[in-house]
T-cell receptor
Framework: DTAVSQTPKYLVTQMGNDKSIKCEQN?????MYWYKQDSKKFLKIMFS???????INETVPNRFSPKSPDKAHLNLHINSLELGDSAVYFC???????????FGPGTRLTVT | QQQVKQSPQSLIVQKGGISIINCAYE??????FPWYQQFPGKGPALLIA?????SEKKEGRFTISFNKSAKQFSLHIMDSQPGDSATYFC????????????FGKGTKLSVKP
């Protein structure tokens, strides 16, 4: 299937741990994003990459570090997890010259 | 500062009725206005989008109305169905294909049979 995929779908971990979320798109898109959706369902941009280069880095704690090994993958590593990091994280992508963003299924992160 | 304001927060409509969700924006640099539909446990899915050079766009039962001078746009869902029950987000962006989306806070729509 052509899509944006994320792993894992659920992630439960304790405060202070380090975890990673992976995103892959096989749509041939050039730009990829990470969004955070909080408990009130508010969606907010965190990062965007274009062809492996960071474009947007919103006001996000430096405990969050995105990495793009190639233009089909954008991973999110989170250090020293805090309770407030609990949220659903969505990866998205859009094609070169296109505005339509396609979202992955999300990763629900719960920090206890 | 919230750049895209969405209302209402929740909406209950009878089957067959018209659902209307409104959004207002502040940044005149925005030049792309999509609507996303999100079902529980799923990612947002693009429903319909409009650019500011047109005042209306229709796709099936879904219509966007756009008022550039008022900096407002709205989603109309005609003949609303129970399967339309979801959370709807308006969004706006600038900066071309590398611009990130600024989302409204969402509207939870319930269509009663």
């Amino acid at each position: 299937d052509t899509a944006v995929s994320q792993t894992p779908k659920y992630l439960v971990t304790q405060m202070g741990n380090d975890k990673s979320i992976k995103c892959e798109q096989n749509l041939g898109h050039d730009t990829m994003y990470w969004y955070k959706q909080d408990s009130k369902k508010f969606l907010k941009i965190m990062f965007s990459y274009n062809n492996k280069e960071l474009i947007i880095n919103e006001t996000v704690p430096n405990r969050f570090s995105p990495k793009s090994p190639d233009k089909a993958h954008l991973n999110l590593h989170i250090n020293s997890l805090e309770l407030g990091d609990s949220a659903v994280y969505f990866c998205a992508s859009n094609p070169a010259g296109g505005r339509e963003q396609y979202f992955g299924p999300g990763t629900r992160l719960t920090v206890t | 500062q919230q750049q895209v304001k969405q209302s209402p927060q929740s909406l209950i409509v009878q089957k067959g009725g018209i659902s209307i969700i409104n959004c207002a924006y502040e940044n005149t640099a925005f030049d792309y206005f999509p609507w996303y539909q999100q079902f529980p446990g799923k990612g947002p899915a693009l429903l319909i989008a409009i650019r500011p050079d047109v005042s209306e766009k229709k796709e099936g039962r879904f219509t966007i109305s756009f008022n550039k001078s008022a900096k407002q746009f709205s989603l109309h869902i005609m003949d609303s169905q129970p399967g339309d029950s979801a959370t709807y987000f308006c969004a706006a962006s600038s900066g071309g294909s590398q611009g990130n989306l600024i989302f409204g806070k969402g509207t939870k729509l319930s269509v009663k049979p």
